[in-house]
């Protein structure tokens, strides 16, 4: 949990767990060579949330701990829209708790954030996603160390923490919220794990303590098998991923979603942990059932696409139009590519590219000022060699174009008809015949010579 020369933070909510924490830290600051910070969330929720502050205060000075006290703002009620979408006055405090404990580490340098759970938070915590329907990674409960946050007493009982403030002449404060049944946690705590430790297993909190490690275990197992995965399979794609639906699927169900949440975490690391719904809502995505709209978590979506599925924000820029005198070049900053444009003079060894990046128009047939734009409802073309004119968006499903990359296509407009889907294909008009003389190709060119325009 701790090198020599650490910085610590420790958290002091002035109850008997945090109190004893800060106490034994202090003792061991010496030898350990830490140096400790101590610091009190004040969430305004309760009228005694000033004597607490003044409590904690006092402490640090008899320890000679420096003191910070951070004033936070909890949501108190649902915001249509709001980033994270509130989830109950317990997890906001929760949320604005750790959001103070990230500031204050940074301002003063810490390694580590000190907490002081205890087995007995371990074994509710445990018992409460158990029945909030969770998987592994929920059951895990409380980690010992999941940087910077590091838990010294969760191996010891709540009873042992009293205790031990007992011998040492220490008082505390008593959380009255604590006893209040309308939260979750307190009716397992004052029900439940009474009963269930009367009636079934006296160690209740060390028999879910193994529990939780072994199931930790596993999912520290199944992360790094994802964290492959996501690096074999992914293909970035303008701050965004973009994976074979098929090769997912030719994944274990867990080890796939797995992959689609370490995707969630790199593009935005608050995603690191997910309720239920979430990962329901990732193995959904995997499912052969048609997805009506991207599926949205915080600031991350995800939409599926034929067979592929893109991890990222929201849509990038189409090609935005513009005329274009040929010949010559033309950057189109939004995409990152560019056009190129030449005349050549047709002669008996000519033979039109075959690769789908360039194309060959008879230029005497096509106009010297072309528009190149990006899709449109409603747009058709006619392919060259059949079969006919289509509907644009029907030829560029059955090309496989992923729905966010269609608008993103340059599409060559000669007297308002598409003469090239560029990089896909060219259409019916001004091909190059033996009666041609002059030859205008276009070539799709990327990356662009210049950088393209920022995300």
Known sequence: MFGGGDTVLVAVSGGADSVALLDVLSALAR?????????????GLRAEAEPEADF?????????VPFHLERVAVRRVSVPGADPPWQGLEAEARRARYGAFRACAAAVGASAVATGHTADDQAETVLMRLLQGAGPRGLGGIAPVRRPYVRPLLERRRAEVEAHLRARGLSWVEDASNRDPAFLRNRIRHDLVPFLVERWDPALAASLGR???????VVADLEQRAGAALDRLARPDGGALVLSLDALRRLPEELAAEVLRQGLIRLDPRRATLRAPGERALRRVLGNEALRRPLRLGRVRIERSGRWLRVGG??????APRAWQVPGRLVLEEVGLSLEARCLTAGADYRPPRERSTVAFDADRIPSRL???GRRPGDRFEPFGGPGVRRLKSFLIDAEVPRWDRARIPLLEADGEIVWVAGLRRGAAAPVTSGTRRILEVTLRAPLAVPPLAE
């Open 211 to 217: 529990a939780a490690t072994v199931a930790r275990g």
């Open 56 to 64: 904690v205060r006092a402490f640090c000075r008899e320890l000679a």
């Open 314 to 319: 929201g849509p990038r820029p189409g090609v």
């Open 31 to 43: 030898p350990l060579d830490l140096k400790l910070h101590a610091l009190h969330v004040h969430h």
């Open 371 to 373: 528009t190149v734009r």
